[in-house]
């Protein structure tokens, strides 16, 4: 089933923007390609929330928080999930995860850390 990696986390100020990207390594294009993707985030002693999903349709979801700001998107040919995060705040600080599912199955990458501070 191959493994998700998470990259582009890091440290910016607020107002700034990331985007942060996961690989669906070692996962073949006939899995991928019809699994719902999404990105959920858990800050310190806090429960794990999503923050965005995508479906195989292209079909977008987002939380409260993330709508208008986020933008999800995924590229099936490089197997690649993406999320465009603008006008970040502290509140957003937090380990972001990507997430695959497929007929009931769940697979989680290891994680970035996102980091809003001044």
């Known amino acids: 089933q191959g493994r998700l990696v998470e990259s582009g986390g890091g440290l910016v100020q607020p107002g700034g923007s990331l985007r942060l990207s996961c690989v669906a390594s070692?996962?073949?294009?006939?899995?991928?390609?019809?699994?719902?993707l999404g990105w959920y985030r858990q800050a310190p002693g806090k429960e794990r929330d999503l923050v965005a999903s995508?479906?195989?349709?292209?079909?977008?979801e987002y939380s409260d928080s993330a709508k208008g700001r986020f933008t999800i998107s995924r590229d099936n040919s490089r197997k690649r999930l993406y999320l465009q995060m603008n006008g970040l705040a502290p509140a957003d600080t937090a380990v972001y995860y990507c997430?695959?599912?497929?007929?009931?199955?769940?697979?989680w990458g290891q994680g970035t850390q996102v980091t809003v501070s001044s």
């Open positions: 070692g996962t073949i294009t006939s899995v991928f390609n019809p699994s719902t």
């Open positions: 997430h695959r599912s497929l007929d009931g199955r769940n697979f």
């Open positions: 995508i479906t195989s349709t292209g079909r977008t």
